[in-house]
């Protein structure tokens, strides 16, 4: 078994984080989604909301994070052991990209706060 350094594991969390993140939630890879999922209308407290539902055993592996999440590291753990040269460069990108959305993320939400904050202070003045 190859050993794997733990740059390269590191890497491979990002990777997989990443993949995950673009078959569950992206809105490029929807067309992937679309035939295995059907809208419904639920009725919450807030009012009636549109939901994406499964309609197959595919569709919840394609909408569910942790089961996704799974077979992404599945697929970049597995590729990489058996080619390694060649699944590097596609899990150099994914991690860059994996943790570039974690650090955007972190921003994002701090922002939001900040503004958030801000907008309650003026309407205390």
């Known amino acids: 078994m190859n050993e794997i350094s ?6 491979l969390i990002l990777a997989s984080y990443r993949l995950t993140h673009l078959i569950v939630f992206d ?3 929807e067309f ?5 999922v ?3 209308k639920v009725e919450t407290d807030a ?5 994406e539902v499964p309609t197959s055993m595919f569709g919840y592996l394609l909408k569910c994070y ?8 599945i697929l970049l753990g597995g590729t990489y052991l058996l080619f390694p040269r060649i699944t590097f460069v596609v899990i150099l990108i994914l991690s860059i990209a994996g943790g570039q959305s974690i650090i955007e993320t972190f921003v994002g939400v701090n922002i939001k706060k900040v503004d958030y904050y801000a907008s309650l202070k003026k309407k205390d003045n």
């Open 6 to 11: 733990w740059m390269t594991y590191l890497m």
């Open 27 to 29: 809105k490029i890879t």
């Open 32 to 36: 992937i989604r679309k035939p295995f």
């Open 38 to 40: 059907k809208k419904i």
């Open 47 to 51: 009012g009636v909301e549109t939901k």
């Open 66 to 73: 942790w089961c996704a999440g799974v077979w992404s590291a």
